[in-house]
């Protein structure tokens, strides 16, 4: 598509739930990214892949945070037992590699109740 | 660790009033420079880069210079729209073996005709 693509936009899951959230980036971005922003906050980055390779995840808050990237194309960010405290909206972006402009979804917008 | 401190929103003007808004870095490493903007029901997108000291970004009227010595990469924009009003990000890339974008809080600019 003509730009990074994520779903669901808004997700509501019960305290305990896993949820996956999916991002599509641009075709041809060889670098992926996955940020954590919490309300009247700038984004926090959790995790960076480089075409399928995970290069950095230093971000992710806890080891119920999990990141794939199988064919270096589309990226899962899976959440296993859901926390309040991961209320937060969760953005992709993707850019052509190097430190060049990164390109982001709309954010999948989390609630845990 | 690397970070980025930008002054505190809301910050309110009138129709054709100068804007500043500020923002330094702490980085390791020689960073890029970034402004990102958020305007209303809208994805973050880049507003303006800098690569290297005294390199000066420039898009849509605002500018923001490369200052090396002061650490800073002060947004400004010489008469705001109403259209501007948005929430403004500044942001630092450095390589940490893979390129890792790091944003301020954001500050947020209500424009008043």
């Known amino acids: 598509g003509a730009g990074v693509s994520q779903s669901p936009r808004y997700k509501v899951a019960k305290r305990g739930q896993d949820v996956a959230l999916r991002c599509d980036p641009i075709s041809g971005h060889v670098s992926l990214f996955w940020y954590q922003q919490a309300l009247g906050q700038g984004p926090e980055f959790l995790t960076y892949?480089?075409?399928?390779?995970?290069?950095?995840k230093s971000g992710l808050p806890s080891d119920r945070f999990f990141a794939e990237r199988p064919e270096g194309s589309v990226s899962t960010l899976k959440i296993q037992r859901t926390q309040q405290e991961d209320s937060a909206v969760y953005l992709c972006?993707?850019?052509?590699?190097?430190?060049?402009?990164?390109?982001f979804g709309e954010g999948s917008r989390l609630t845990v109740l | 660790g690397d970070s980025v401190t930008q002054m505190e929103g809301p910050v309110t003007l009138s129709e054709e009033a100068f804007l500043t808004i500020n923002c330094t870095y702490t980085a390791t490493g020689y960073p890029s420079l970034f402004w990102y903007v958020q305007y209303p029901g809208e994805g973050l997108q880049l507003l303006l880069k800098a690569t290297k000291a005294d390199d000066k970004g420039s898009n849509k009227g605002f500018e923001a210079t490369y200052r090396k010595e002061t650490t800073s990469f002060h947004l400004e924009k010489g008469s705001v729209q109403v259209s501007d009003s948005a929430v403004y990000f500044c942001?630092?890339?450095?390589?940490?073996?893979?390129?890792?974008?790091?944003f301020g809080a954001g500050t947020r600019l209500f424009v008043k005709a």
């Open positions: 892949f480089q075409n399928e390779a995970q290069l950095d």
């Open positions: 972006a993707s850019s052509l590699g190097v430190a060049g402009e990164l390109f």
């Open positions: 942001a630092l890339s450095v390589d940490t073996g893979g390129f890792k974008t790091i």
